[in-house]
């Protein structure tokens, strides 16, 4: 059976198999990318910055295709589907309108005389190791800063998104870009750990696990290869200030439970304080209770199955561990019975340091709920996590919301609603969630050769 197989979550049934990369093919792929981004890198900016233009165009214009094919590989229902799609496109026009500008050379302050200039310019072949939770917004965040930048893109996608991988680099090819600047590769991890060894790949950005994103970062630092890592998330929503209860448990429920809680970035931990917790915690636990699972295709599912059987084992491993050690459900709490990869919208609370919920990420609809004393507690409650990707604080005081802000430990702070994404904001964490940047203007400084160039008459 082959690696890269479209596994339908909503029946459990495999719908399509494809062939994993041969040594050869692999090769050829990386020599094909060596030699296409010599010729995309000089080009002029402004070529590049269109074919991305066009790029963005066709995501729109077939929109609909790519969104079933996601619905299928990993279940995201159609409309949260089209939704990622929407930001894609956004990503892929952010970088055609502002590449040029973020590219221009920025001349130095040169005290001993003469002329200095830093230059952004390529560094050469990268290789994108992506996950299966956002298919297509995880490669633009990579893929569109570093074409824009003249970076040529191997991408290997997760073994469950095949149909996706493949319909994004007929897309690129579609567009305009040049054969090799961007190529698909079904590969294994054996086989990726050779082609981050060779001398024609200049850095590795990989989101995924933490288990993963260690592996990789020992094997580039071996062969002294720049990585970008965003791993996993225990995200704290904290509830500092409610005035409106209605709104803070709308933020809660759509940034716990969007794409059935498979985030990143998601609410995982809710921390209120005790003046907020129990108005709060009826509110969403009904809330949470009053989420339809249903069928993905159909346009008015807010939550369909998980991405896959595996990932329902781990989760409901994880809850029933809590359960065994006194947690309480509030909602939820068990996988649902019927084929395919599903799971109640769950509530829990009563977690402790025992209780592998405590420190591990769960990745799927369930959330966690904490009451505190007080701002100072809610602090060190929330930094109290071996991750750093972002928090989320709900306050109608805005000199307490940069106050915590500033002591939260994470790469993110959202205020006043859930963690989020967009083209222009840098996206990363500290601590266990990675380190480097994504999108903004951050996006194409990772991966650049910031050249000096000295003048000197």
């Known amino acids: 059976m082959s690696t890269y197989r479209v596994v339908n979550p909503a029946t459990g049934e495999t719908e399509q198999e494809y062939p994993t990369a041969t040594d050869g093919e692999l090769r050829d792929a990386l020599a094909l990318a060596d030699d296409a981004q010599r010729a995309w890198a000089a080009r002029p900016a402004a070529e590049r910055a269109e074919v991305l233009r066009r790029v963005a165009d066709l995501y ?3 929109k609909d295709q790519l969104a079933a094919i996601i619905t299928r590989e990993m279940g995201k229902p159609v409309k949260q589907a089209l939704g990622e799609l929407r ?38 072949t990268l290789l994108g190791i992506m996950p299966w939770n956002f298919p297509y917004y995880q490669v633009a965040r990579f893929a569109a800063p570093n074409l824009m930048l003249g970076n040529a893109v191997l991408l290997k996608h997760a073994p469950q998104c095949p149909e996706s991988a493949l319909a994004m680099e007929r897309l690129f090819q579609d567009a305009g870009l040049p054969k090799g600047a961007y190529v698909n590769i079904f590969a294994t991890n054996e086989q990726i750990e050779t082609l981050i060894g060779d001398d024609r790949i200049h850095g590795v950005s990989l989101t995924g696990s933490e288990r993963a994103g260690a592996a990789v970062a020992e094997i580039a630092g071996r062969n002294l290869k720049k990585v970008v890592l965003e791993l996993g998330g225990s995200d704290p929503y904290l509830i500092l200030g409610a005035s409106n209860m209605e ?9 716990r439970m969007g794409n059935a809680g498979q985030a990143c970035n998601a609410a995982k931990r809710i921390i209120a304080l005790d003046e907020h917790y129990d108005g709060f915690s009826t509110a969403f636990t009904d809330a949470v209770r009053g989420i339809t699972v249903g069928d993905p295709t159909d346009p008015d599912t807010f939550m369909g199955p998980l991405s896959s059987e595996k990932a329902v084992e781990t989760l409901d491993e994880q809850v029933q561990d809590a359960v065994s ?43 966690l709920l904490f009451k505190v004393g007080s701002e100072e507690e809610a602090v060190d409650f929330a930094n109290n996590s071996p991750y750093g990707l972002s928090a989320s604080i709900q306050t109608d005081d805005d000199a307490q919301a940069e106050r915590v802000a500033q002591r939260l430990q994470t790469g993110m702070v959202f205020v006043g609603a859930p963690s989020g994404t967009a083209a222009e904001l840098p996206f990363g964490g500290v601590k266990r969630s990675g380190f480097g940047r994504e999108l903004g203007r951050f996006g194409m400084e990772e991966f650049a050769n910031h050249k000096l160039v000295r003048l000197v008459r």
């Open 247 to 255: 709104q803070v448990v709308k933020n809660a429920l759509i940034g």
């Open 325 to 367: 050690k006194g947690a309480t459900v509030l909602a939820g709490g068990k996988r649902i019975d019927r084929p395919g990869a599903w799971y109640e919208p769950t509530v829990l609370a009563g977690i402790t340091p025992d209780m592998r919920a405590y420190k591990e990420e769960l990745f799927g609809p369930v959330a």
């Open 87 to 124: 930001t894609v496109v956004s990503i892929y026009r952010y970088y055609a309108d502002r590449g040029e500008g973020f590219l221009e050379a920025k001349e130095l302050d040169v005290a001993s005389g003469g002329r200095a200039v830093i230059r952004k310019e390529a560094v050469g």
């Open 60 to 62: 729109e214009e077939r």
